[in-house]
């Protein structure tokens, strides 16, 4: 068959394992959506014990939830949100075979919005926690009412948000690694399946974080 | 002469193993057939450390007072067998190393879906066994393989944190596997394999892998909170500072339970096909035999609860586990049934292969008999946590699963290498493998109803004879795993020559040369029957 000679940017695109293209572009998609569902799952698991505990101690986790800003937590929804856009809209320019630039910005802004998202995390509200002695393990100091359940919120409340952030920044890095292929010119409305399946990515994490929102800063009415 | 001849033919002939030398060409390979004979030889070995463990327990209760070692180190004994035992070698026993070899064959693919996260998946599995071993070098983990809080979490002084890490590891091992097979057995079939002309193991690695998709990410986030309780202190499952055991062991057990499935329904999926090519007939009710791994490994995920009757866990809780547990018995049930179907009135020849086929129908059937007993909510009060969960749960993972696993390894050795084993040799290992098997836990059976508990490395005088009868069954048990190893090795250089189909079986797997081509076949084939399309023989007449 022809197809396995068909090259981009002088790699072939299609694995010798596999018949066809589309059965391999096909493939890598399904990969992608089982590991999904086993992040759902890895995540899961957390959700379930957060949820235990937040029924058995609320009035400390809401005491916790007040120390931790909605703000930041609002403004960084509204920033992955909008970086889940322009990663459907480099998908759609390479789809249709914009240029490469178009493609190349799109991606640029969806990481930069990665970037924007662990700046407010880390430096405006861990670091915040931090200086307010509120790291468990580290330097938790509170004495008020249900410290000991407040201080376990806390304790979800960095594990949750810390292993979504590890989530992002795995996802800044294949963005990274993209834009280079990219660059290379890899790409084209024929093959661009890592991009796709990139995206299924990188849309996943952005909806972890719309559970964590209102799991961890909207709790106990404000 | 002829076998000089056929000697030469295979010499020359390039095929997976011959086409390139060297440790390099082993450590960075992306075929599946290579990948799953490293993952034999990795699981071997570890098998061979578990076993050593289970051969010191089994000498320390010779004595009632015990023989050998410290209460303390036999607590490291029992836990080091079963970490090991479960997921460095069960977990990835069938699935690795038969499902890794077979799955692309019986479909008629060249390779997995994703090649390379075939080889990382090995190499996860490697990185947390070398945790386990180090654990094991530096002292030894005595929680036990469950790692029950708030012991493992805030009491223990041993390496639980290296033994966690290991098995935390190792779970993304099997996790990207299952990926794989679920990708594979989706997109990789060749023209005109349908889903219901797939080979049954087939169907039954496929559930496999849903339910090792599903269930691995929750222990996986169970360990690292355990492991976060034990550096902090914060109390997520120790009650003295507000924490739940009780919801560590439902998470643990929404993963482990299910595990049990994800050992035995590998297991039927061998079974199947042995069962199939041995009495040269198409397993009976193939659908119900297929759609009741599908059935089983839902079910799986309904019944972690009969683990924690007596834990404090609601009663009405407790009656829904109980209830919902039956029900596994159900599919269990017709498979069992349907393979005993099948072998009624086939024309059955009783090679090794099949010995430990039918080995398996038995001591399948009485693990999961006795299973009932601990479902019952009443029973189990009695025999929680004696040897009858020991010896249920051995009919079922050694009984089955490991009977099952040597079946095939039996059964396909010829494929994987082009070699015959010597049969009388083989079928006595398998008798001796079944003696010794019931030899060493039917005792425990007897000895559970008497009230012995596990775990303990001492026992009341009175239950010396049986366990004296178990040890001794565990010696046969373990001359007759020897026997295959030295065999199996010797027949790699020494067999005779297997030829493509020396059983005469139907499938894709025997169609082509054995050991296969890198590409497994020559050109892609096409199906046109369904599997275990074998002649019917017409019927002898009574007069
Ligand atoms: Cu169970």
Redesign the interface.
Known sequence: MSESAITQAGRPILE????TLP?QE??RK??MW??L???I??????F??YT??RE??LPGFTQGSHFIEVKWGAINTAVLIVSSLTMALAIRSVQVGKRKGTTLGLLGITMLLGVVFLCIKFILEWRVDYLHHHV??INFDYAGPHA??V??FF?FYF?MTGLHAIHVIVGIGILLALSYLTWRGRFSPKYYSPIEVAGLYWHFVDIIWIFLFPLLYLIGGR | MSVAVAELATRSRVHYLNESYGVKSWLLTTDHKRIAILYMVSITFMFLVGACAAALMRIQLLEPAGAIVQPETYNKLFSIHGIIMVWFFLIPSIPAVLGNFLIPMMIGARDVAFPKLNLLSWYIYIIGACFILYTLIYGGVDTGWTFYTPYSSTYSNSHVFGAAAGVFIVGFSSILTGLNFIVTVHKMRAPGMTWFRLPLFIWSLYATSIVLVLATPVLAITLSLMAMERFLHIGIFNPAIGGDPLLFQHLFWFYSHPAVYIMVLPAMGVISELVAAYSRRRVYGYAFVAFSSFAIALIAFLVWGHHMFVSGQSVYAGMVFSALSFLVAIPSGIKVFNWTATLYKGSNSYDAPMLYALGFLGLFTMGGLTGLFLASLSIDVHLHDTYFVIAHFHYIMVGGSVMAYMGGLHYWWPKMTGRLYPDKWARFAAFTIFIGFNLTFFPQYILGYLGMLRRYAVYPAQFQALNVLSSAGASILGVGYFIPLVYLIWSMRYGREAGPNPWRAKGLEWETASPPPRENFEETPIVTEEAYAYPTRPRAVRV
């Open positions: 010798e394992h596999f018949e059965a096909e493939a399904l990969g089982v590991f569902i086993t992040e799952l890895f995540f899961g698991g957390l379930a014990t235990v505990y058995l101690y468990p393990g000991a359940h201080k376990l304790l594990y």
